[in-house]
């Protein structure tokens, strides 16, 4: 079996991520080249003449609103840096579990074969899948605060997700709910279980659940990236469902990544 060591230098990585740091820069820089016009009047306050006192107040009222969204959206642009860093790792974490599960011979499912995802009868899957929501949990918001209606969640998929967590180790459930560490944990495991997609690619790059056997598999993670600084979702976002108007969103970026791991012997 052929683990890799994950690292976060990979030239796809690198890739990826080079837009968004780019986007970052240039936020930077306007914040910066409108900070400068807006401390220039200060500076010319008390050498100009006293009926030039109000352009001042008119090119900073003009400019600030500029200033305070390049700022914010700088702020958010370096958040995704770090969230796409997150997500690749989960995309790592899917295909290392992936690669040890898909070659295993369970009862309901041969070697090197995964059964219908949307069945949710597929131990491998869950397997598979519960790494990556896991991994996006740090980058993940609380649930709780989408109480009101902000977001679609039927209350199947919520279900479905405290089993799948009960699952996971469910004698120790109960006190990980009882600490508040242990609750704000689980409070941001749900969003990312309810928004993380991933998916098991072939060779060509398209979705499979027959996979040669000692072939590579590709897992690509995809996360619903949640916008938490103010006015940056309105600048970049997408607005989570058309329940409510744009200006109120919430707001979200989707992140992907795909990472390939050798399959391991059977």
Not at 91 to 119: G, H, K, M, Y
Not at 135 to 140: D, K, Q, V, W
């Amino acid at each position: 079996m052929n683990l890799a060591t994950y690292s976060p230098l990979r030239l796809e990585l690198l890739t990826a991520i080079l837009p968004i740091a780019t986007a970052c820069v240039g936020c930077c820089g306007l914040t910066w080249l409108t900070g400068r016009f807006l401390l220039a009047p200060i500076r010319r306050r008390f050498s100009v003449r006293l009926d030039d006192w109000g352009t001042s107040e008119l090119e900073f009222a003009l400019a600030l609103p500029v200033f305070l969204v390049s700022v914010l959206t700088a702020v958010q642009m370096a958040l995704m840096v770090n969230g796409m860093l997150v997500v690749d790792y989960a995309a790592f974490c899917a295909a290392r579990s992936a690669v040890v599960w898909v070659p295993q011979a369970l009862p309901d499912e041969p070697a090197n074969t995964i059964a219908d995802p949307e069945q949710n009868d597929s131990e491998k899957w869950r397997r598979i899948r519960g790494a990556a929501t896991i991994a996006c949990t740090p980058i993940a918001p609380r649930l709780s605060q989408f109480a009101f209606g902000f977001l679609p969640r039927p209350p199947s998929n919520v279900s479905a997700a405290f089993q799948e967590l009960a699952t996971i180790n469910s004698s120790n459930l109960s006190g990980v709910i009882s600490l508040p560490l242990g609750r704000d944990a689980l409070d941001k495991w749900l969003y990312s279980d309810l928004y993380t997609d991933v998916a098991l690619l072939d060779g060509g790059g398209q979705p499979t659940a027959q996979f040669p056997a000692d072939a590579p598999i590709t897992a690509r993670v995809t996360h619903r990236f949640y916008m938490n600084v103010p006015f940056a979702g309105q600048a970049i976002g997408t607005v989570f469902g058309d329940r409510f108007a744009w200006i109120f969103g919430p707001y979200y970026v989707p992140l992907s990544a795909s990472y390939t791991l050798m399959a391991a012997h059977g």
